[in-house]
């Protein structure tokens, strides 16, 4: 079938599906028997379940025409959809933990920034294909974008979710770099960037002290971890080193972790690479990371080949955000930045995050569809 004919990045989707669910499995139940009173297998159902439907989105993006989010009418609309999510989860989001990032759904928790990360690559690359001439005869366009960026990432900051305002910022960044743009306006756009984030840190300081609390000042205490004064901030990444520490390169084997066991809360979640690093070892982490970068490969050979530039501003997102969000997730478990909280991509337990990012590998397969028939065909859209 024809639908099927770019088999690598559904195989891989596939298999790296039934690893997670495996991993899921083996990382919630203890969870899932002590803590919620439920099923052993209760979370790997579920997470079966995501990726499941994640694989009929991502089939169904798939077959999108690119010309459908060119509309300004549509374009209007993913922006407006993006801002008003936001502003009902300050409104009247759920919060746990600190963060009201939530929203409840007729009895689902959904997370919209995941969804906005994928409206933001989508908003960003029709922006810059549908108004790259005006953009290069002005920087009105582009101060402009650069506002309604703004905006979204400080609703975001409020819920609060610095991690998530950043991969946004990164995502749309990237993007923009390589749009097309010359090196003196990406000079002045991170000029006028950095003059907004401190102009937002003095506003916050002065307005709002409590921004730079103790509790969110503990997010430092991954600088010196096994320090008596913070044995109680740097309790989860100290059992993620014991974790890691003690898988070695092949692992304790698969079942056999010791954090797990009320350790390391929900360690299903945000810090499965530490369970996966003491049951598969070093091997287990590796075999994960090859998938994505499987993933980011094939983004990357949209970016640099194919002649439309809207797919090539879309597979740039979409690399950019698994790039950044793995980078964050395994640099904030292994003590190289702060923990930011965000799931690891297509591995954490959550629907949310693996439903949006299938949605991202949908447009992926698209657009490597549309640049292999037009290179076949010898066309040249720049669309």
């Not at 994928?118 to 294909?129: H, P, Q, W």
């Not at 439903?355 to 859209?381: H, P, S, T």
Request: aromatic share 16%.
């Amino acid at each position: 079938m024809q639908l099927f004919k770019n088999r690598t990045l559904l195989i891989c989707y596939s298999l790296l599906g039934l690893y997670s669910v495996v991993l899921v499995y083996s990382a919630s139940l203890q969870t899932a028997l002590v803590r919620y009173e439920v099923s052993a297998h209760y979370f790997a159902v579920r997470q079966f379940m995501f990726f499941a439907a994640g694989f009929f989105l991502l089939l169904f993006i798939s077959r999108f025409n690119r010309k459908i989010f060119l509309h300004e009418r549509t374009m209007k609309w993913m922006y407006g959809i993006a801002f008003f999510m936001l502003l009902s989860v300050l409104l009247l989001g759920v919060t746990a933990n600190s963060a009201q990032r939530w929203l409840n759904l007729f009895g689902l928790m959904f997370q919209p920034t995941e969804l906005i990360k994928l409206l933001v690559i989508l908003f960003t690359a029709a922006y810059f294909t549908r108004f790259s001439t005006q953009i290069e005869k002005s920087d009105r366009p582009l101060m402009f974008y650069l506002f309604l960026l703004l905006m979204l990432i400080a609703l975001i900051t409020l819920q609060p979710d610095l991690g998530t305002a950043a991969i946004v910022f990164v995502i749309a960044m990237s993007q923009l770099i390589v749009s097309g743009l010359s090196l003196k306006r990406i000079f002045k756009v991170a000029l006028f960037l950095a003059g907004v984030t401190a102009a937002a840190l003095l506003f916050a300081y002065a307005f709002h002290p409590d921004f730079f609390s103790s509790t969110k000042m503990d997010r430092f205490s991954y600088l010196a971890p096994f320090d008596q004064e913070n044995q109680n901030a740097a309790y989860q990444l100290r059992n993620g080193y014991y974790a890691i520490g003690s898988g070695g390169f092949w692992g304790s084997g698969f079942g056999s972790s010791i954090q797990k066991l009320g350790y390391l809360p929900e360690a299903h979640t945000d810090f499965i690479m530490t369970i996966v690093s003491e049951e598969l070892g070093a091997f287990g982490l590796l075999l994960y990371l090859l998938f994505i970068f499987i993933f980011i490969k094939k983004a990357f050979s949209i970016l640099f080949f194919s002649p439309s530039t809207f797919d090539g501003l879309v597979a740039c997102g979409v690399a950019s955000w698994l790039a950044i969000q793995v980078f964050f997730n395994l640099g904030g478990v292994s003590g190289i930045i702060p923990l930011t909280g965000v799931p690891l991509p297509f591995m954490s337990y959550g629907g949310s995050s693996i439903l949006a990012l299938a949605c991202g590998l949908g447009l992926v397969l698209a657009g490597e569809r549309r640049m292999k028939k037009q290179l076949e065909e010898g066309g040249n859209d720049a669309l």
